[in-house]
């Protein structure tokens, strides 16, 4: 009664927020080679790679530096040829802050690379070949949380539509759409080919209709029935896999399953050029379209720089920094991380490098105008999160569904009292994850803590029973010798 | 190059408190240009008053609690309460009447429980029923609104208690309540003089702009509209199904909505964020809850205007509303 | 009257039914309090054990800021569930410590197995003659290992935060 989803002519998904763009889509351009490429072990929350090389090794583009040894894990490759000068910690591309162990390769401006090994007619080859080869090649997923996609291709259901995600609906964020205009044959191709390797019966690319030229681009590039190429309306976050998948199809996924369940799998655009060159080409994954962007630097760009690469030298690219860079987020500006030194590489997740001033508003008390449950795209009620969250209810903070909040910043960035929402939901979900993890050992302590008392307790036990049975054995003998001495 | 790290969002929209509580003063004014049209100046010194009273008065609680003051002050919400008690209260009552409920509107029904965002209560209303229940006899005479008040006509009146002949007259709802107790019929009370098409002569009129300026802010998206729809029913639904079984004894439900603060309730009043219901269907039990508590107060009640007592009344359940009708999120 | 009396005596009548239906076995508030422990069995509070504290606490005889590892979130947690009011942490009986592990020193170690039994939790590996190392995962940082090693090789290392197990709530 209160839906009116009547009125409504496009299927969509719940929230979400038009954002003013602010995308230069400018032509792709190589950076300068860089002298030292710097490529962090830590590859996600439990994931590290192991090197395979030591310092001093000379090494050729496209080796691979370290090994992973689960499916889950992708290895390193060595983005132009060179020598392994050390491996020590670094500050890495994450949200902490902190420093991790790195390889630095220092650069010997050959850029020699690995002979390759293509595999043109995909079609005649099994398809956990093309899956290997997509792993080995170091691809995972361009769009941002750089899942490897040799894993996500590899689903336990039957896929019947393979959306290709080109929605790209963050603001600022260029890469995929110049990607798009000026590689879409080889795009088509990788869709294809990963179309192929699930044995998807529809394959869909998602283009955001504020897009006219790379539409177009694909259009002209796609053979009549290869897949269909559709058009989105441009409302942030229509790019979110499960918002993507509503938006196409209507069907809407709960928080708690994979779109592979239903039988929907996504890949972003830039994965499937990937794919195109790894599988085609041969050549594993070793750089990426980023767009540098932002009042921040002298020249908007995008670059075609390598993995590893340092920020400061990509910044060098565009003409070097304005007056008005104060802040350098990796990603975009809602859902970037802010970097602390421009000296950390870039890595396969990142997207974009948004350099720009700091606008850090004073928050007021919530009004409680109710404006960001309206735009919630998870349909949560932040306004209540937040009460329980500030007041460190965890209790409620799960009741509520806190677990289902995407971090998207729809709320916040609505809010008219500028509020910090998603660092509240932050903290409050790393709270309850903490307190689950001290609960889980606490349990665990306390449960060897008793097995530890009662084996105390047994070890007592056979002591006593032994004592008695020596006194038992005592007694008999004393009494078989009186019994000797009086007969 | 070194940068300080900040957690994401890091963009901003332009929607802000401020933002919000200047659309809503600037949707007053078709209300206040017309009161001022029909009744003069007395209007303007009420609100000029209550402004003044409401800024020193959150002033000197914001320095008390060492909060900074301009930046809070700018919010203008204090502003929006006075002149919504300002335009509630009878435009001649003596100008201590008006300090005295912005006094208490701002002071206890808002700064004591922690200020803008922590008020279960509508200061506005909540300064109102405080005004009602004090001095029953200036909140009970209503200037006459064929008669415009001077400026210093209007001075005289509110500072220097000058009575001028005929200035105060009944209310339509006044009237009704009275002429009803004693025995007579709708019909034959409708036709007295002090009714204009529907409600009182001229100050109809402000219902209208009242109006006027909820359906900009609705346009403008600055209120939704559920809280208004809801508290227009709330009023419309069981006047008409009253009105259906006896028109002698009951009003029409259209008088109903034209008459007292009706609209001004479903607009400006019952929207304020801080003291309604969260969820969308919360708002509309909330909303129809103020409406249907009007009519039951304007028909059966002891006062010929309910909406200050039916709103504080829904805010108190608005805190149950809304944890009954929370909306589950598809997660199964 | 009457009505009082008949009222009054189905009332007491319901109550010992209850009483007797709704019994609860042992004393639940004793394994809530335990639940609320961090399990270190460390002895900081003078009980031995977190359940012997627990006890303690139920029967009135201990205060609820004695436990050091618990620190004030833990004190608070205590506070609300026996409605009493939270207080800041006996100094008397230790300060909170940063996350450790305990550590021993493989060069130093002789094989003596002094440190094995302390330790609450059996996280310690190793037999006579034999080298003695400590399961990091299992230990609780509760330090009963440190004193009864005769060439003192035990140090107590702390927990450092990696990019693995940073969380939101440490961000600055």
Same mark, same amino acid.
């Given at each position: 009664m209160f839906k009116f989803s009547w009125l409504t002519k496009k299927q969509s998904f719940p929230g979400g927020l038009k954002l003013a763009g602010h995308k230069q889509v400018t032509q792709i351009i190589e950076p300068a080679l860089p002298k030292e490429l710097i490529y962090p072990l830590f590859l996600a929350a439990d994931r590290y790679a192991k090197p395979c090389v030591n310092v001093g090794d000379t090494v050729l583009k496209g080796q691979i530096i370290a090994t992973a040894d689960s499916l889950l894990a992708t290895p390193i490759h060595a983005t132009s040829s060179g020598t392994i000068v050390a491996i020590e910690k670094r500050p890495i591309a994450h949200p902490s802050g902190l420093s991790d162990s790195c390889i630095i390769l220092q650069t010997d401006e050959l850029d020699e690379a690995l002979p390759t090994e293509p595999c043109i007619a995909y079609t005649e080859q099994n398809r956990d070949f093309l899956r290997h080869k997509i792993q080995q090649s170091g691809i995972v997923g361009l769009g941002g949380a750089a899942f490897p996609t040799a894993k996500k291709l590899q689903p336990s259901q039957a896929i019947h539509t393979l959306i290709i995600n080109a929605a790209e609906c963050e603001p600022y964020i260029s890469c995929d759409e110049i990607l798009m205009i000026e590689s879409a044959p080889e795009i088509i191709q990788g869709a294809l080919i990963i179309q192929y390797i699930l044995q998807a019966e529809h394959c869909i690319i998602a283009i955001e209709d504020s897009k006219p030229e790379a539409y177009s681009a694909l259009l002209s590039a796609t053979e009549s029935n290869q897949l269909q190429i559709k058009q989105v309306p441009s409302i942030y976050p229509t790019g979110g896999e499960k918002q993507l998948i509503q938006v196409i199809s209507g069907v809407q996924i709960p928080v708690k399953n994979l779109p592979s369940e239903y039988g929907y799998i996504c890949q972003n655009v830039a994965t499937a050029y990937a794919v195109y060159q790894a599988i085609n080409l041969g050549l594993p994954l070793t750089e990426r379209i980023i767009t540098l962007t932002g009042d921040g630097i002298k020249q908007n760009q995008n670059l075609r720089a390598r993995i590893g690469t340092p920020v400061k030298d990509l910044v060098a690219a565009c003409q070097g920094y304005t007056p008005q860079a104060e802040q350098l987020i990796m990603g975009g500006p809602m859902m970037g991380i802010a970097l602390a030194s421009d000296d950390i590489a870039v890595i396969k997740a990142s997207n974009c490098l948004l350099i720009n001033q700091v606008n850090k508003p004073i928050s007021q008390a919530c009004i409680r105008c109710g404006d960001c449950a309206d735009v919630c795209p998870s349909e949560l009620l932040p306004q209540q999160l937040y009460w329980y969250s500030h007041t460190q209810q965890w209790d409620n903070c799960s009741d509520y569904q806190l677990a289902d909040c995407i971090e998207c910043g729809c709320c916040d960035v609505i809010c008219p009292s500028k509020i910090p929402l998603v660092q509240a939901f932050r903290v409050a979900k790393a709270e309850i994850q903490q307190q689950q993890k001290q609960s889980a050992s606490a349990a665990l302590a306390k449960k060897r803590f008793d097995n530890h008392q009662q084996r105390l307790q047994r070890i007592e036990q056979e002591k006593l029973v032994k004592q008695d049975k020596r006194k038992a054995a005592i007694e008999k003998m004393k009494a078989a010798a009186a019994k000797r001495k009086l007969s | 190059m070194l940068f300080p790290t900040q957690s994401s969002p890091f963009s901003a929209s332009n929607n802000s408190v401020q933002a919000i509580m200047q659309q809503v003063l600037f949707a007053l004014i078709p209300a206040i240009l017309t009161l001022f049209y029909f009744v003069g100046y007395s209007v303007l010194m009420q609100i000029s008053l209550a402004i003044i009273t409401a800024l020193i008065a959150e002033s000197l609680c914001l320095y008390l609690r060492k909060k900074p003051i301009l930046s809070t002050l700018a919010d203008f919400s204090a502003v929006l309460t006075a002149v919504l008690i300002a335009i509630a209260i009878p435009s001649i009552a003596p100008w201590w009447v008006v300090v005295n409920g912005t006094l208490f509107a701002i002071l206890i029904a808002k700064q004591v429980y922690g200020g803008l965002g922590y008020n279960p209560f509508n200061p506005a209303m909540a300064g109102y029923v405080f005004l009602l229940i004090s001095f029953p006899l200036p909140m009970t005479l209503w200037q006459d609104a064929s008669i415009f008040l001077s400026f210093s006509d209007a001075i005289n009146v509110l500072f220097e208690a000058v009575a001028i002949d005929g200035l105060s007259s009944a209310t339509v709802l006044d009237y009704t309540k009275m002429q009803l107790r004693s025995g007579e019929s709708i019909s034959t009370i409708q036709a007295s003089s002090i009714f204009g098409f529907i409600g009182d002569n001229n100050k109809e009129f402000v219902s209208l702009a009242y109006l006027i300026g909820g359906l900009f802010l609705y346009l403008k998206r600055t209120i939704r509209w559920h809280i208004p729809f809801a508290v227009l029913m709330g009023v419309f639904i069981p006047a008409s199904i009253a009105y259906a079984i006896d028109p002698n004894i009951y009003s029409s439900p259209w008088f109903h909505l034209v008459t007292g603060a009706t609209v001004c309730a479903a607009f400006f009043i019952a929207t304020d964020p801080v003291s309604a219901a969260a969820s969308i269907k919360g708002r509309l039990i909330y909303g129809f809850l103020i409406g249907f508590l009007i009519f039951c107060i304007r028909t059966w009640g002891g006062y010929p205007d309910a909406v200050a007592f039916a709103v504080l009344l829904a805010n108190i359940s608005a805190p149950s509303i809304d944890s009954y009708l929370r909306p589950k999120t598809k997660t199964q | 009257m009457l009505i009082l009396c008949l009222l009054f005596g189905f009332l007491g009548l319901l109550l010992g039914v209850a009483a007797k239906k709704f019994k609860v076995q042992g004393d639940p508030l004793v394994d809530q309090i335990d639940a609320l422990?961090? &399990?270190? &069995?460390?002895? &900081?509070?003078?009980?031995?054990?977190?359940r012997p504290y627990a006890e303690a606490i139920a029967n009135n005889e201990a205060d609820i800021n004695q436990c050091p590892p618990n620190g004030e979130a833990g004190i608070i947690a205590l506070a609300n569930l026996l409605g009493k009011e939270a207080k800041p942490l006996n100094s008397e009986f230790g300060e909170q410590k940063a996350a450790a592990v305990a550590f021993i020193i493989e060069q130093d170690c002789i094989g003596c197995v002094k440190c094995i039994p302390p330790c609450p939790v059996d996280a310690i590996l190793g037999a006579s003659k034999q080298m003695h190392t400590v399961i990091s995962s299992e230990c609780t940082g509760c330090e009963l290992c440190i004193s009864p090693c005769p060439v003192d090789c035990i140090v107590m290392v702390p927990v450092e935060t990696t990019p693995e197990h940073w969380h939101w709530s440490q961000h600055v």
């Open positions: - | - | 422990l961090p &399990q270190t &069995q460390c002895g &900081q509070c003078n009980y031995i054990g977190c």
